[in-house]
């Protein structure tokens, strides 16, 4: 669960909040599109969630960890049960699609048997058991966006946040991605979105929340107009 009470954020430095009284509660297994012009905050929602940065003021809580207090050391623990995806894939070149995937395994201490049974089903989870011997540069945009999502879920997180994850990719690229992960978010994994492309928004129909100059706004299961 996600859970983000009366948050301020004002980066050392500046003058304003990024960020003005923030509520938002996102429950275990929803689908939530996160929505807003550039410059509205929806980064810096981002990097409170993965404890990149500390919030100025209120409470913040993602799958039972108090962020506002937590420990350093501690972070790398939050982060397992977390899987980011990017706009622009972040894969390592020189690896194939199986070992993208495997290497997400392997930073957390996963056994190789574990990898073995774990790797495989997530590769065809996403449709890419034909390309765990590819190279990235081998493979369609798409194709790498998938294998990012692969990595993002070999780890079963309890949440996943997509920034901007269809951002370099065709209109029916777009989709099938926004599909993939409507389809993550049925086996029961959270899933947070930001995005700006309005047409994939109205096609999933899920909760839509807004942000505009730091000021969040829930629209529920409306649309984004």
Not at 55 to 70: C, E, H, Q, Y
Not at 91 to 106: G, K, P, Q, T, W
Request: aromatic share 4%; with cysteine; charged share 30%.
């Amino acid at each position: 669960m996600v859970s983000l009470n009366k948050v301020r954020m004002r980066y050392p430095g500046t003058k304003r909040d990024v960020l003005k009284d923030i509520d938002l509660e996102i429950k275990d297994g929803e689908f939530v599109f996160l929505i807003g012009p550039s410059g509205s905050g929806k980064s810096t929602i981002i990097k409170l969630l993965t404890g990149e940065v500390r919030a100025t003021g209120g409470k913040i809580r993602v799958n039972d960890f108090d962020l506002r207090s937590i420990k350093r050391r501690h972070l790398p623990k939050l982060r397992r049960t977390l899987g980011v995806i990017f706009q622009d894939f972040r894969l390592i070149e020189d690896m194939s699609v199986y070992d993208n995937v495997a290497f997400a395994m392997r930073v957390v201490g996963a056994s190789s048997r574990d990898i073995r049974k774990r790797v495989p089903y997530v590769l065809d989870l996403v449709g890419l058991s034909d390309c765990k011997n590819r190279l990235p540069r081998e493979l369609s945009g798409g194709e790498q966006q998938r294998v990012a999502i692969a990595r993002a879920l070999v780890n079963s997180p309890g949440l996943i946040i997509a920034d901007e994850p269809t951002g370099n990719l065709d209109p029916a690229k777009s989709l099938e991605i926004m599909l993939l992960l409507r389809k993550i978010n049925e086996l029961g994994t959270t899933v947070l979105v930001v995005s700006h492309e309005k047409e994939l928004v109205n096609a999933l129909g899920k909760r839509v929340v807004s942000l505009d100059d730091g000021v969040l706004t829930d629209h529920g299961g409306e649309y984004y107009k």
